[in-house]
């Protein structure tokens, strides 16, 4: 059973830096593409950032020059660092693993961009 563990989440103030962190276990990892999405209030959920199995990395307009994504496939995680935050980074965040036909996720953090 695959489970997706965030952590990382919490309050920062305008133009600090928070770092999410997901862990993934229940299978390997090396094949999937890995992202972070989020969701705000009254909005859908949208793709951050995501990370192939070959390394290359996409990012929403929004955050770019801002967040980086990494991986460690040794450790099956994905890491989302986020820097220069807004108030309108406020959202839950989700890890996402996914390749053809299959797609998990995990429960979300709350990052809060507020002073």
């Known amino acids: 059973q695959v489970q997706l563990v965030e952590s990382g989440g919490g309050l920062v103030q305008p133009g600090g830096s928070l770092r999410l962190s997901c862990a993934a276990a229940?299978?390997?990892?090396?094949?999937?593409?890995m992202a972070w999405y989020r969701q705000a209030p009254g909005k859908q959920r949208e793709l951050v950032a995501a990370i192939s199995s070959s390394g290359s990395t996409n990012y929403a307009g929004s955050v770019k020059g801002r967040f980086t994504i990494s991986r460690d496939n040794a450790k099956n995680t994905v890491l989302l660092q986020m820097n220069s935050l807004k108030p309108e980074d406020t959202a839950v965040y989700y890890c996402?693993?996914?390749?053809?036909?299959?797609?998990?996720w995990g429960q979300g953090t709350q990052v809060t961009v507020s002073s």
């Open positions: 996402n693993v996914q390749r053809v036909g299959e797609s998990y």
């Open positions: 229940g299978g390997i990892f090396i094949s999937y593409t």
